[in-house]
């Protein structure tokens, strides 16, 4: 089922963040949200999330769905390690699986150490593969490659590619390489 917003509106204060926006998510897709700094992107994003209210217009097709999530912040649990941060969202998911999974995305070594003691390259990839191992049809993500080397990026969203397959991703990015890679629907705002 796709995910079709209709007719939003937000405003803070006399700032209008969304004017009537509309647009389309496509089942099992990867959508690209691209856009000018203070255009509404993340706003759109906590719309769709619940953590935000629209002044009024709609939105359907996400609710009873599971989602998992990267914000623009890692949001990691400082103090345990990155293996459990990423175990955390599912509980099917073994330290094995998550050594596997840091490995792929080249922090093998970091495994047992915690998530304050990484640099924030290394959080941004804890951050996205603990939203990869959430059992969850919708995964929805604010700028997750901002930041990381080439090399690490590459890597990241190769594996990111291939663990997504049959699911609804909607990304924010400025990056059209990254639409390019992911081969993403886009929707300007």
């Not at 405003?11 to 963040?17: A, D, H, I, L, M």
């Amino acid at each position: 089922m796709s995910i079709i917003v209709k007719n939003l509106n937000k405003s803070f204060g006399e700032n209008k963040v969304l004017n009537n926006f509309s647009c389309e998510f496509k089942q099992e897709e990867i959508t690209c949200i691209m856009g000018a700094s203070g255009c509404g992107k993340t706003t759109l994003l906590q719309i769709l999330l619940g953590l935000l209210n629209a002044d009024n217009g709609e939105f359907s097709g996400i609710s009873d769905r599971r989602i998992s999530v990267v914000f623009q912040e890692n949001r990691l649990c400082s103090n345990i390690s990155s293996s459990a941060n990423i175990r955390l969202v599912n509980q099917a998911v073994t330290k094995n699986d998550a050594a596997k999974m840091l490995k792929s995305v080249g922090l093998a070594d970091a495994a047992a150490k915690p998530a304050r003691e990484l640099s924030g390259g290394m959080k941004r990839r804890v951050a996205i593969l603990r939203a990869l191992a959430a059992d969850c049809e919708i995964i929805i993500l604010d700028e997750p490659f901002k930041g990381l080397d080439d090399d690490t990026k590459e890597d990241t969203m190769n594996y990111f590619k291939t663990q997504t397959i049959g699911k609804t991703v909607i990304m924010v990015t400025h990056d059209k390489n990254e639409v390019e890679f992911f081969g993403a629907n886009v929707i300007n705002m």
